[in-house]
């Protein structure tokens, strides 16, 4: 059963930085089968990485700020979001969204920025 565990999140002030965790866990991890993990606000696209491209994608809004990363221990793929320069505007639900190919989501993680 494929498990989709979040951490991370919380208040910062405007200028710093959070990270988000997304551990997935209970899917076949093979090189030659596509997945992609990545994070949303919103519903909508923070950033992704996936196995087959090997590169990641953000959105224009978080360029420079955001870094994506991913690592793999034994059949957990593991993929953090660190957060830096928060805006305000980053406030939002956080969600990971994990297609391993099967689309699944987990419970989303708040993210405040605020003075």
């Known amino acids: 059963q494929v498990q989709v565990v979040e951490s991370g999140g919380g208040l910062a002030q405007p200028g710093g930085s959070l990270r988000l965790s997304c551990a997935v866990s209970?899917?076949?991890?093979?090189?030659?089968?596509?997945?992609?993990i990545g994070w949303y606000r919103e519903r909508e696209l923070v950033a992704d990485i996936d196995n087959v491209r090997?590169?990641?994608?953000?959105a224009d809004s978080v360029k420079g700020r955001f870094t994506i990363s991913r690592d793999i221990v034994k059949n957990t793929v593991t993929v953090d979001l660190q957060m830096n320069s928060l805006q305000p505007e980053d406030t939002a639900m956080y969600y990971c969204?994990?297609?391993?190919?099967?689309?699944?989501w987990g419970q989303g993680t708040q993210v405040t920025v605020s003075s």
């Open positions: 969204r994990a297609r391993v190919p099967v689309d699944y």
């Open positions: 209970g899917f076949t991890l093979s090189s030659r089968m596509w997945y992609d």
């Open positions: 090997n590169s990641s994608t953000y």
